[in-house]
């Protein structure tokens, strides 16, 4: 017994310095896994009121953020300190379990970064505070900012958030590839036809017949179910805000995609797709930077990513094709904003921070160092937006570019589209017409029962 | 009698080299057998910390290069200290440490005498309270949490360390269950014959159960420490300060 | 009985014996009892009272009586797979574990060379918060470029789907969980230390040989081991949660062959708001694992051995 004592002191020493090292290797692969503690100068003067910021955003993003909360605080006249609290997130959730958890347990923080399809749900289960006179106090109006980006904040009459950013849509295709295989980087696919004719051109296989560099893969990247069904020139809302994603193009739409992946091979997409869950190709590793595809659809922020991974590469940009051509209404804008979370007592401190970070001078300096577009609309004509060629492509696409239905039940049917359109469509589990239809039927019945129509 | 004065035969003594040798060869093949099972399952249980390694030093358009690219060439080495300072990790690494201290010590103590009361201590409502305590593990985290924490808020702990290690000082469900096992397979009788000596249970517990049970609870102690080091849902929700 | 017929004759006793072994039990199981008092009672009351309710963790619980549950068996299909995979899950994942976390420790408890490193290694795995293991395994069980499609390669073949299709999704993340039985692993030596030896001596001059001497010794004296990774691992299946919400995002494609409960629940609870669904999906739950641990409660009277005697 005595020669086998597995436990010694010694073992268990040896065990815990290789837990430590093994979660430093762990750190590494995964560090929005670990949350960030915060080092923050906590050397505050006692008369400084405190507010939390708290922002799931890293990177860039971050650092912007957290310059322009140091710009307030220098400026600001109403004695307050803005402190930026970094958010960690299960990786791939969409949930928020922390601020659910504050806000139920009457704790929240002055400020939450907030995606702004999700705030007319959030204001709905009173997650936000109304800030509506506030706002009008100040001046806010709905002329100020575009109508996408209004909507989405206004829930019932109530304005529950301030939107921050937005952003478009369009193709990215990497000029160098196309030359390398012989397809006309200036000629660009402008229709659906040749779109699929470059992808072809483009896709690359071993003797196994495995893509090993996609021409373009049309479920992943922001080409959505709301993408397609934009660009086939279908809508998702009528005008009694009932959902309409069985609407005739966005069936058509659908019908397209799923021949599409047929083509591509239905494996050869879910590959993609798995490797790249759980953020695994986020930034660098995005399979468009390390040249696994040649075409992409994304969005405006990649000019940044553009700027700082792959400086010397050739890339353009142009509208999505569309059956009939160019479909620059294929874009549809997104976007994030601040919200006060409710149960957050001193609401007037709290706007007053949030109106800085989502007033102009907040909008610009985020937008410029991140490659986003202001949703104030005299800001976001600042010659700054159009001196990148491929970032004016995405400006011109503002005017038509649409938004996702602002609905309560934003989550549900995120979801519930997300499944139709890289689960059930692609693998032949439902026809587009009873993935869609189904959508419709479950979201309207949950819009009937909230009382959302009347 | 005779036996004992009995001179050893030769034949006997042939008989016995041969056994000893038999057994020899036994013992020899069965731990070539062991090493033959075991190297492949070690290296397919290592397999995630070196390709964990591997693309922890390779540059990030090697991370799904195709084929799989192995061997990180160059080596990224500078790939630790950006990680480290993304997520400032020696600040979180020592805050974790001293957490996981001080909850497997409390832990252990009370989870323990808790177990030696369960296991030990012939009393009406044991097996009730047994029952219990392994039922708690049984309700999901996620609809505990919110009321969880609004208990904390009515203590005042929010924001601090105090919901990530008081709680493990009154014990663990999981530990008094382990616990509990373990101390049921040693004889009753030592129990017996200490408490007719006129020992108090206080110093059963501690002078015959507690040294009988050491490989038991030092598996306690790895088990939280290591549980405690996992868990980052915790500091996530309750914490927002440190 | 006898026992307290003996103790009764001895002299300066005041209370019962019984009494006596009342208040010491209760005494030493005080911490656990105030700490249940205190951070168990009203988190579990209050989450009983939410599963009947329509309640979103801010606004007030409005009562609904049944309806939650109600709606979980007659309109929730995604419940119904949840259930479906779940069970599978636990079915197909508890003997495995069992028996490679049992057979394993034998081997490791072996005098061989190298042992050290041996329980080192399969330790490991454990350390790493199931996070970034998860995050790993993406990388090595992507179909195309992943690790694991290279040897398949070799042989001109594209290898499986992994958790890209409905029939591999299931027996992978079976095969996944496997990975992290070091816990388990450690238990079972833990428990191979507390054989005497002096049994194996007593069996080796009976002249039994390995198989018996594993039937009629080690197996038994491992029982009440057995039967707590039997009961933890029934509860751990059922709440299976970290793995595959990391690899699939919790979106359960394919085909929902990857949503499992503590999955669906989580998403009611935080990405839809439902906190009285959830609740009444944890209570479900709950009872449900009640049920199959009474069961195994009552059989182990069959099967565990306590050297240290019943009741």
Partial sequence: MDTQKMLSRRRFLQVSGLATSAALLAACPAPAAAPAADTGDSGAMMETKKLEAWSRMTDLAQESIKEIIDIYNEKNTIGVEVEFVYIARTAGSQADEKLLTAVAGGTPPALHYADRFTVPQFAHEGFFTDITDFAEAAGVTKELYFDFAWDETVYKGGIYALSFDTDTRALWYNMDIMDEAGVDSSSPPSNLDELRAATEALTVRDDTGAVTRYGFNPIYDQAWLYTWGFGFGGSFQDDDRRITFAHPQNIEAMQFVKSFIDEIGVEDIDAMLAACAGGNCRGENDYFWTGQSAMTCSGNWKVAQHHRYKPDTNYGVVPMPGPDGPAPHASWAGGWSWAVPFGYDDVESAFDACFYLCGPEGQLKYNKDTFHIPTIKSAAEDPFFREDPLHAVFMDLLPVSHARPPIPLGSKLWDLQVKAFRDEIPHGLKTPEEALMDIDEEINAGLEEIGFFS | ?242 | MATATATANLPRRRLSQGTRHTINGLLFASPWIFGLLVFWIYPTLASAYYSFTKYNGVRNPTFTGLANYIELFTKDEEFLAAVYNTVYFAVVSIPLAIIFAFGLAMMLNAKIRGQVVYRTIYFLPTLVPEVALALVWIFIFTPHNGLIAAPFRAFGSRGPCWLTCAEWARPTLVLLALWIIGQQIILYLAGLQDVPQDLYDAADVDGANFLSKFRNVTVPILTPVVFFHLITSVIGALNFFAIPYIMTGGTGFPANSTLFYSIYLYKNAFHYLEMGYASAMAWLLFMFTLVVTLIIFRSARLWVFYAGGED
């Fill in chain 2, 1 to 242: 009698m005779v036996a004992d004065s009995q001179p050893v035969s030769p034949q006997f003594a042939r008989d016995h080299a041969r056994r000893v040798m038999a057994r020899r060869l036994r013992g020899l093949m069965r731990s070539v057998l062991i090493h033959a099972s075991l190297i492949p399952a070690a290296f397919v249980f290592t397999l995630p910390f070196l390709w964990m390694l591997s693309t922890s030093l390779k540059p990030d358009v090697q991370f799904y290069a195709y084929p799989p690219v192995v061997i990180p060439s160059p080596f990224q080495w500078s790939n630790y200290p950006d990680a480290v300072k993304f997520i400032t990790f020696f600040l979180y690494l020592r805050n974790t440490l001293t957490i996981a201290v001080l909850a497997t010590i409390g832990v252990l103590i009370s989870s323990s005498l808790v177990a030696y009361s369960l296991a030990r201590i012939p009393w009406r409502g044991r097996n009730f309270l047994f029952i219990l305590t392994v039922a708690t593990l049984m309700l999901p985290f996620q609809v505990t949490m919110i009321p969880l924490f609004i208990v904390f808020k009515n203590l005042g702990w929010v924001n601090s360390w105090l919901p990530l290690i008081v709680p493990h000082w009154f014990g663990g469900a999981l530990y008094i269950f382990l616990l509990r096992q373990f101390f049921m397979t040693i004889p009753m009788e030592l129990s017996e014959a200490a408490r007719i000596d006129g020992a108090n249970e206080l110093k059963i517990y501690y002078s015959i159960i507690l040294p009988l049970s050491k490989p038991a609870l030092a598996t306690v102690a790895i088990f939280e420490f290591i549980a405690r080091w996992r868990d980052y849902i915790g500091p996530l929700i309750y914490q927002s300060d440190q």
